[in-house]
């Protein structure tokens, strides 16, 4: 009986850490964010960089170049994985050089369906 549970636990999949994408009823669950990204950041593929992370973390919003040279994000979702999007945005993708990261937090809206690049 012993060998056969033994058996059965070692076939089971390993749980592997994934980010937290849990229902988000509890309004404290979920966040909104807003950055502005200053630096070495347009045409060295942040805003792509910037989407696979955030579908990666399950968080939704947009992200665009703005005229002056920055980048801007709006993210919405869990606010753990929010804060893991804007620790990457302190870095980018390796040919970006951040050199500031405006983050002013707002209230969740949920108004985005996914996470796009615009502009």
């Keep these: 009986m012993v060998q056969r549970l033994l058996l059965k636990l070692s076939v089971l999949p390993r749980k592997e850490h994934t980010p937290k994408m849990e229902s988000m009823d509890k309004p404290q ?14 045409g ?3 805003r792509a960089s910037a989407q696979q992370e955030a579908i990666r973390l399950g968080v939704k919003g947009l992200v665009r170049n703005c005229p002056d040279g920055s980048v801007e994000v709006v993210a919405e979702g869990v606010k753990e994985n929010i804060e893991r999007l804007i620790s990457w945005c302190r870095h980018g993708p390796s040919g970006a050089r951040v050199t500031d990261v405006r983050l002013k937090w707002q209230t969740f809206r949920g108004e985005f369906e996914t996470f796009r690049i615009t502009r």
Excluded: M, N, P, S
């Design 44 to 46: 060295v593929y942040f």
């Design 29 to 42: 669950d979920t966040a909104r964010a807003h950055l502005i990204i200053e630096g070495r950041v347009q």
